[in-house]
């Protein structure tokens, strides 16, 4: 018998909400593919594990940011970053107006940059019909696009709404690169059983259901995807100096493991990307001034020589990746990555023309019937080679593979400078947290203006697009903020190099007499 009436009230709040609920749940049941019911559940959900999300909403936005999941039960299958990062920077903006000693970290330089950012692509999308979303209804398209970019630089906001504690620092830098880890599920789908089939709901499949898997044949995207994951994070957690010291053998090992299965996936972009890191970080870690420079000579040496008589030799996947070197490789693998580099150059000469029109005032994202009609008459680097690449295939829904050109066409020469202007501003913030932060943050933090500044490269001359690019730029320079609580300088190096004082020992007291 209950005499506590706190506790009854409580307990009868608590069925008024649960049987009503169950009732519902068990009648939407008896349609479960139904659309509403699948998103009815999903709220309900939602519901159940939101004081999870309130007490733990920033770890689990980190740990998103890279997860390869969607939530399908929402209008427009949003991605999972999208939703975690809007949700853990509501939260710290309700956070911060109910408690004014949580402030957001502030580095005014990098804030003043992304505001005019978003000017720009606000003010582009007004004069050229607004946002579109065909998903949502809409007569237009485009509107993904536009998100991304705002979503990506929110994502800024989020990951500087506190810092990170200097004793979690190593758990967060394996919740940053870890969310990665999933995505190999996506290569997987031709061989899961019948039953696991819907995990495809959650992380959408790279292969085709009828595509036989064949490791070395087939490319592996979200493999390379997973191994680069583990890649970068022992590169992050412990540089080049931790992994090949000598102390412990099982990292290189790993390390070496996941670099060769990274070319699994057949991609050129992979290799140039970790090798580019791999020789920046070289030189941050001071190693060419140590006893591993002769070493990484040598042993460039060996493997060239090694690799030049069996190459040919190599899986189909890992010829594709070092197409890039003149290798004598399989013509079949040649000519299947000089394909993809001839449809890309053509795609720009057939671009670049267009850019005075778009110079002042930019194209935007928004995609009519014409466009979407246009985005079927031809595939990539396939048929149809005698057509405009610019207004057919990719062209037509603005996927240049091209940073400039994603940048110049939709948003013109005011896109470019806001992006120049941010992309500079943190790597400045970057390279000011690699040489003043604390020493026991410099592996994260070498690593994170590693990466930032082969992006940049890649954004430039490889591949790149304005609304990932955006993103993911702003998301490093984010988390750098939290791990360092802004930005540091030469005042607060000097701080940390100084040694702790030592309390004076306790003076005895005289015996009394």
């Not at 696009?145 to 630089?153: D, N, Q, T």
Request: aromatic share 14%.
């Amino acid at each position: 018998m209950i005499t506590n009436p706190t506790a009854a009230i409580r307990m009868l709040i608590t069925y008024a909400i649960c049987i009503p609920l169950a009732v519902v749940v068990g009648y939407m049941l008896t349609n479960p593919m139904d659309y509403g019911t699948v998103g009815f559940l999903g709220i309900v959900l939602a519901l159940i594990i939101s004081p999870i999300f309130i007490k733990w909403h920033y770890p689990i936005m980190v740990f998103g940011l890279a997860l390869p999941a969607h939530f399908f039960f929402l209008m427009g299958n949003p991605p999972c970053w999208h939703v975690v990062v809007l949700l853990s920077l509501g939260l710290a903006v309700i956070e911060r107006t109910i408690n004014s000693e949580k402030r957001f970290l502030s580095v005014p330089s990098m804030t003043w940059s992304l505001i005019v950012t978003l000017g720009v692509v606000i003010f582009t999308a007004w004069m050229t019909g607004g946002f579109g979303f065909h998903q949502l209804g809409g007569a237009t398209g485009g509107g993904g696009k536009y998100l991304m970019v705002l979503i990506g630089i929110a994502g800024y906001f989020a990951l500087t709404s506190r810092g990170i504690p200097r004793e979690q620092w190593k758990f967060y830098v394996g919740l940053y690169f870890f969310g990665a880890l999933p995505s190999f599920i996506s290569d997987l789908f031709p061989v899961l059983p019948a039953p696991l089939n819907y995990i495809n709901l959650l992380i959408s499949p790279s292969q085709s259901g009828d595509q036989e898997l064949a490791v070395g044949v087939t490319r592996l995207g979200a493999l390379s995807t997973t191994a680069a994951a583990i890649l970068f994070y022992l590169l992050a957690r412990y540089g080049l100096r931790g992994i090949f010291s000598g102390t412990s053998i099982f990292r290189a090992c790993v390390f070496i493991v996941v670099f060769l299965v990274s070319m699994l996936g057949g991609f050129r972009t992979i290799l140039i990307t970790n090798l580019i890191i791999l020789f920046l970080l070289f030189f941050f870690e001071g190693l060419h001034r140590s006893r591993l420079l002769p070493v990484t000579v040598l042993g460039l040496i060996l493997m060239t020589v090694l690799l030049v008589p069996f190459a040919s030799r190599l899986p189909f996947t890992f010829q594709r990746s070092l197409a890039v070197f003149p290798l004598h490789l399989d013509p079949e693998a040649r000519l299947a990555a000089e394909a993809t580099s001839q449809w890309r150059l053509e795609m720009w000469h057939d671009v670049w023309p267009k850019v005075p029109q778009y110079l002042l005032l930019g194209k935007g994202y928004i995609l009519t019937a014409d466009d979407f009609a246009m985005m079927g008459t031809s595939v990539f680097a396939g048929a149809n080679l005698a057509m405009d690449k610019s207004s057919a295939g990719l062209g037509a829904s603005l996927d240049y593979h091209s940073g400039p050109l994603s940048t110049l066409i939709p948003f013109g020469i005011w896109g470019a400078l806001a992006f120049l202007l941010f992309s500079l501003t943190g790597l400045r913030v970057l390279y000011r947290n690699f040489k003043y932060g604390d020493p026991e943050l410099k592996p994260i933090n070498a690593f994170l203006l590693a990466w930032y500044i082969q992006r940049c490269i890649t954004f430039i001359f490889i591949f790149g697009g304005f609304e990932l690019d955006t993103g993911l730029l702003v998301r490093t320079v984010g988390f750098s903020v939290a791990l360092n609580w802004g930005m540091c300088g030469p005042s607060r190096a000097a701080a940390q190099a100084q040694p702790r004082p030592v309390a004076d020992p306790p003076q005895r007291q005289p015996l009394p007499a």
